[in-house]
């Protein structure tokens, strides 16, 4: 049995008060439940350094990076972000968007690679939105075509809400394609330019759901022929979530992920993968529904 690259860290964990409705100790509990299911082997676990300050700076203003390096951001800000900032909050920050380039990297040399954090697509330039401090995808895009490892990146975002941090930063650079497939009801009120955004209507059920993620995929690869794709495999559309609307249970989920790494795997085009969204709070069944892309990764190429 092969096993595939993941990549964590010990520190990726939140401080939150127990009602917050982000679930503080899920990349955690997401760990346990991949040992539990036996699909994490030591020779294949990665972990990633802190990015710096000048590394951040390619996607977001260093005035607002500093700001959270140092805690000095405002409560406004805060407010915006739906985190208190803490020390550990920061810490996170700066590794989580490098466990994403780290990912990307080790999916570039081995086909596939998968992150259990990530997918902070909300975050913008010069503030942060919707629980996500700094923007892992655009961070590692922008990275990986300056060090010129790929030329053409695919970001297909599958989260019930639309990337439109990702959106924004990357909306002037013509190597990377953004597309999002997202509730249209849901945050953010106000949606960004995606290069190419499918809105969903509410209670859209497995089906429907499935015929959309088939052919959105093979459209963006046909049309862009990506050397790399960034998959946010967002389990917030679940029927169970708090703040999904798209009525699809775990067999849909699982489907749509089959399919996506299927389908990239048989175009040869390596596929780095994100958790994305998920918000419940039963800790274990928040855990299991995050594993189906490991579980998916593992059938599609062990
Ligand atoms: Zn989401």
């Known amino acids: 049995m092969k096993f ?22 899920k990349f955690s509990d997401l760990f346990t439940k991949l040992q539990g299911l036996d699909l994490i082997n030591s020779a294949t ?10 590394e951040l700076s390619v996607g977001h203003c260093i005035n607002y990076i500093s700001r959270i390096k140092s805690g000095s951001i405002s409560k406004k800000e805060e407010r915006k972000l739906g985190l208190t900032w803490s020390p ?9 968007v490098n466990g994403t380039l780290l990912t990307a990297k080790l999916a570039i040399e081995n086909g ?18 919707g629980f996500c401090v700094f923007n892992d995808l655009a961070y590692t895009s922008i990275h990986l075509l300056k060090r010129r490892m790929v ?17 924004n930063i990357l909306a002037d650079n013509p190597n990377v394609f953004t597309c999002s497939i997202h509730s249209r009801k849901n945050f953010p009120v106000i949606k960004a330019n995606s290069d190419l955004d499918i809105e969903l209507e509410d209670e859209i059920g497995n089906k429907k759901y499935q015929d959309i ?10 049309f862009f022929q990506p050397d790399l794709v960034l998959y946010d495999a967002g389990i917030d559309v679940h029927v169970n979530d708090q703040l999904g609307r798209l009525n699809i249970n775990d067999e849909g989920c699982l489907s749509r992920d089959l ?32 594993s189906i892309i490991f579980r998916a990764a593992h059938e599609v190429y062990s």
């Not at 690259?5 to 917050?20: A, F, Q």
């Open 88 to 96: 550990e909050l920061s810490n996170r920050s700066f590794l989580a």
């Open 151 to 167: 030329k053409k990146i695919l970001i297909f975002d599958c989260d019930v809400h639309q990337g439109d941090g990702t959106a």
């Open 4 to 25: 595939i690259n993941w990549v964590t860290h010990p520190s990726y964990d939140i401080p939150l008060p127990l009602k917050h409705r982000f679930t503080s100790s």
């Open 259 to 290: 399919f996506v790494l299927s389908y990239l795997k048989k175009h040869s085009i390596p596929v780095a993968t994100v958790i994305g969204g998920g918000y419940s709070k039963d800790r274990i069944e928040l855990a299991n529904r995050h």
């Open 213 to 222: 993620i088939e052919h959105t995929i093979k459209r963006c690869v046909n």
């Open 45 to 54: 676990l990665n972990s990633p350094s802190k990015a710096n300050e000048d």
């Open 112 to 129: 596939i690679a998968c992150h259990l954090a990530g997918g902070t697509h909300h975050a913008q330039y010069n503030f942060g939105s």
